[in-house]
């Protein structure tokens, strides 16, 4: 799934000056802070990643991602995306094994 709007894209054309009220402090997310929460079910465990405005979700239990999915889309403007095939510069492969990931990119 992808959130919309995570950060608002789009050049300024004259300054913007602004002061925080006193005792607001600016925060910035991290691109190297990426959020992992898991949580046991009755199915199993739900795996939920966040990555900037990209969310990653996997669990046997598909009512738990079916319910979560429909809080996010009531709060968010979303867009649902297909199987995962890559993230993060990894290929994600499914397999009836498992779900394997390669490296996609060898970088130098």
Do not use: W
Not at 44 to 67: A, K
Not at 82 to 96: A, C, K, Q, S
Request: aromatic letters at 14%; zero cysteines.
């Amino acid at each position: 799934m992808d959130v919309k709007n995570t950060f608002l894209h789009g050049d300024l054309k004259e300054e913007v000056y602004f002061k925080l009220p006193y005792g607001m402090h600016i925060h910035f997310p991290n691109i190297y802070d990426p959020s992992l929460f898991l949580q046991r079910t009755s199915k199993g465990i739900m795996v939920f990643l966040i990555y900037m405005e990209d969310i990653v979700m996997t669990s046997f239990d598909q009512e738990t991602i079916s319910r979560i999915k429909h809080m996010l889309h009531s709060t968010f403007h979303m867009k649902e995306l297909r199987n995962l095939t890559y993230f993060l510069d990894l290929e994600v492969h499914y397999h009836p094994k498992g779900i394997f990931f390669k490296s996609a990119k060898v970088h130098s």
